[in-house]
């Protein structure tokens, strides 16, 4: 996998996004010259074009960033990832467009775009089709050696068998521990020198999936891998990489202190994410007032009550503040106390369930955030209430309140809507990772990627 600013990114999909930027340009370069040759103009120089183009090939990439064409089901599906490239060259094209009516003159002519939006489908699909049919060949994945043939060996078995997983495993080596889940490993006794079994299979990775380490840890064999050259990993860290998230069924505190993360540099992170909020969060209000005013006064004509819901929430290092949004229930949905939604949940109000479908409700919290209680991207706030029963029920549930509570998040993005202890479990592993793994470009990447979910859904209650 390649890091990028602490977050990891397969190489396969690197190698296809760079692939498919490359053609955009390459769609509207061909797009201009076709809209030239039709009206009887030279297509000059390229080099005059070269804002153009990049700029063309860099919106559109980024909407396919944003719908998820990258993401686990767009490489596994080729159905999939066209109905989803339809969707972002479509968006890309039509904020172009939007540019280009603002800045006349800088930008590319709509005409012009039309022909790029149809030259730049039929390549992409072409590029699915040739690059994307080996993603999931061994020539993109690294041979991964497995330490251990317990559970955790097993685990990690389903996750490299999954189509857009990153890594295979070439072999298992039973380190004379309990009992045995994968069958086909290898006893230690049996291979001589494991230095050399691991050359012979070209192993560039080798991880350590003990259940119990302690007075268990091959350290000879490890140093031996180690001073080889190969790269080597324990379960905990390989995980996280794997997966973008923290596994808290084998977390425990050691790693967390002295696994990296939680860098002294996220001050800088922070205080561009805070200018960042205050600019954002003072345009979106100038720009959705009226819709908030709106949806305000239908809220006030469907249900009695109120037009804008205020309850108590946790917020960075435990402190407590109001939240802010449109009111979506009746007003006596909590006379019983704060409770996890349902699906089809009773207490929402006809308006309710449209304005959650949407996110409209959601358009108040900018306030919350240009006040500095909230952030656009963190971990989802939550009520006093729900808050004292998970960190009774889950280990290291208030380490995410070390990080400001977000609008948007990375568990949101990954996770579907969960209303019980095991979601919430789920939704702890993902705020860990963020937690731990926070820069403005996951940021950026979370907050393009909540388009899919505003687009798609899944799960809103």
């Known amino acids: 996998m390649i890091r990028l600013f602490k977050h990891y990114i397969p190489h396969a999909v690197a190698l296809l996004s760079l692939f498919d930027l490359a053609l955009l340009v390459i769609s509207g370069e061909a797009g201009w010259r076709l809209r030239a040759s039709n009206i009887g103009i030279a297509p000059g120089e390229l080099g005059d074009r070269f804002w153009q183009l990049a700029g063309f090939g860099l919106v559109i990439w980024l909407a396919m960033i944003a719908v998820g064409v990258y993401g686990a089901e767009a490489l596994r599906s080729m159905r999939y990832a066209v109905a989803r490239l339809v969707v972002a060259v479509s968006l890309g094209i039509i904020a172009l467009s939007v540019m280009d009516f603002l800045i006349p003159g800088a930008t590319f002519w709509r005409s012009t775009l039309l022909y790029a939006m149809a030259i730049s489908m039929g390549l992409l699909v072409v590029n699915r089709l040739l690059v994307g049919s080996f993603i999931g060949t061994s020539a993109f994945r690294r041979r991964v050696m497995v330490l251990g043939a317990g559970d955790r060996a097993q685990r990690l ?268 479990r789920h939704k702890l592993e993902y705020d860990l990772y963020y937690a731990k793994n926070y820069t403005p470009f996951l940021d950026l990447l979370i907050l393009l990627q909540t388009l899919r979910v505003v687009l798609w859904p899944e799960g809103a209650r």
């Open 157 to 424: 078995r389903k996750l490299g068998e999954r189509p857009e997983s990153g890594f295979s495993i070439v072999s298992y080596i039973a380190m004379n521990e309990g009992e045995r889940v994968v069958e086909e490993a290898i006893p230690r006794s049996a291979v001589h020198d494991l230095g050399r079994f691991v050359e012979n299979l070209g192993v560039s990775e080798v991880v350590l999936a003990l259940q119990e380490r302690r007075n268990a840890l091959p350290l000879k064999d490890l140093l031996r891998i180690k001073t080889m050259g190969v790269h080597v990993n324990d379960f905990s860290s390989f995980m996280e990489r794997e997966t973008g998230r923290v596994d808290l069924d084998t977390l425990n505190p050691s790693w967390l202190i002295f696994s990296d993360g939680f860098s002294s540099a996220r001050m800088l992170s922070s205080a561009a994410k805070r200018m960042f909020d205050i600019a954002a969060s003072g345009l979106l209000l100038l720009l959705t007032f009226p819709i908030i005013a709106l949806f305000a006064l239908l809220v006030k004509l469907d249900s009695k009550g109120p037009a804008f819901f205020r309850q108590q929430r946790v917020g960075l290092y435990g402190e407590p503040f109001h939240l802010v949004k449109l009111r979506s229930m009746r007003t006596d949905a909590e006379k019983d106390g704060a409770k996890w939604a349902e699906k089809n949940d009773p207490r929402v109000t006809r308006l309710g369930r449209f304005i959650r479908k949407v996110r409209i409700d959601e358009l108040p919290q900018v306030w919350t955030v240009l006040k500095g209680d909230m952030s656009f991207v963190g971990p989802r706030p939550e009520v006093p209430k729900f808050v004292d029963d998970l960190e009774d029920k889950l280990p290291y549930y208030g380490e995410r309140h070390m990080v400001k509570p977000g609008i948007t998040g990375w568990a949101q993005i990954n996770y579907p809507y969960g209303a019980s202890i095991e979601d919430a």
